[in-house]
């Protein structure tokens, strides 16, 4: 059985399926692994990062009526981690600089103002995590939004870009690589936003149609699911990027396919080129190419990586990953846990 004790100091309810769980307001996290439910215990953080000041957590409070304002928030956001290096007993955050132009560009899409550059937001990266002492495989979550109270909007929806607040937090979150058991996907019947409506290259906290999926997924018995785009393609999972194998190459359907520009699937693009000479192509991915790939999985900062099994049922034909899939999950967790020093240019040290 896998650890549980995770320190994960959301007081809002998440949902992840496989491997992850509910976490309620109480801190109790209730993990669903193929039809088993577990709960633990899981620990606040001490501070969070509020607009250039590393706070207490319990300071950093909002007014309740916030939450009848939410709809005017328009929350951006990433997801960073940080793994622990054991040979040098020290936390490394990944690709730190990437998930900070990223949420940059959230920022920009939402039309807020930017006060931070990426390098300053990097800088309050390794100084949260290091005020939390954090010893750990970590996740990092920053946070854009309007502030709900401020004057200035110009009209319902247009609120003034420099009411802009950004904060961000950090938990303790396993790696979950270690363990190559495959999942089982379904097709969703819920369709991926596109960017003509809630564009998914803004990370954004608009996850309602991720978590459709997910709870459609998840009550008809599968771990997890992989939705289509308005034009019937492909596109990916919630909270996730795909990737299939077919005759040796590897595929990953186009952003333009309703995809997050995932950090993760940049990662294992290169690695799948520079390292394992693998031909990988980008294109668009029809749904019953799933069904009659070699191997598949699901990619992305808080996923790692997951190996997929079958696909509405239909068995990709072996219950362990392909070589192809096994060969990146091995290459990856080396690269993120520092085993591998040739990719140490991803890696900030906290110190
Ligand atoms: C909707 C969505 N797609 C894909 C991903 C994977 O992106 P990344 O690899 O940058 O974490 C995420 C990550 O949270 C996501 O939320």
């Given at each position: 059985m896998r650890t549980f004790d995770l320190t994960n100091p959301r007081s809002c309810l998440i949902l992840h399926v496989r491997n992850m769980g509910i976490e309620d307001r109480n801190h109790r996290l209730t993990i669903f692994e193929r039809g088993k439910r577990m709960t633990g215990k899981s620990s606040k953080a001490r501070h969070l990062w509020l607009n250039g000041e590393i706070v207490p957590w319990d300071g950093a409070t909002v007014h309740i009526t916030a939450l009848g304002s939410l709809l005017n928030v328009g929350t951006v956001g990433e997801g960073l981690r940080a793994y622990w290096n054991a040979d040098k007993r020290k936390l490394f955050v990944f690709r730190l600089r990437d998930h900070m132009e990223r949420f940059d560009d959230s920022m920009k899409l939402q039309r807020m103002?930017?006060?931070?550059?990426p390098e300053q937001l990097s800088q309050a990266v390794v100084d949260l995590l290091k005020a939390d002492g954090l010893l750990e495989t970590s996740y990092i979550s920053p946070r854009a939004f309007f502030d709900p109270f401020a004057s200035g909007s110009a009209g319902p929806f247009v609120e003034d870009p420099a009411s802009a607040q950004v904060m961000m937090y950090a938990g303790a979150r396993p790696s979950i690589l270690p363990d190559p058991t495959p999942i089982h996907c379904c097709v969703s019947s819920w369709t991926r936003q596109s960017d003509s409506m809630v564009?998914?290259?803004?990370?954004?906290?608009?996850y309602q149609n991720n978590r459709l999926a997910a709870w459609e997924a998840h009550i008809n018995g599968y771990d997890n699911a992989v939705l289509l785009n308005s034009t019937g393609k492909v596109s990916e999972a919630p909270a996730a990027c795909l990737f299939i194998v077919r005759d040796g190459v590897v595929i990953t359907p186009t952003f333009t396919s309703g995809t997050l520009e995932s950090i993760t699937r940049r990662t294992l693009m290169e690695l799948y080129r520079n390292e394992l000479g693998a031909a990988v192509v980008e294109r668009e991915v029809d749904r019953t190419e799933l069904y009659v790939a070699d191997e598949a999985f699901l990619c992305g900062t808080g996923a790692e990586m997951k190996p997929i099994a079958s696909f509405d049922r239909y068995?990709?034909?072996?219950e362990t990953p392909g070589p192809l899939t096994e060969a990146i999950r091995r290459l990856y967790y080396d690269i993120l846990t520092g085993k591998?020093?040739?990719?140490?240019?991803?890696l900030t040290e906290v110190s």
């Open positions: 103002d930017r006060p931070y550059t564009p998914p290259r803004i990370k954004g906290f608009n068995s990709l034909g072996t591998n020093s040739q990719y140490d240019h991803w």
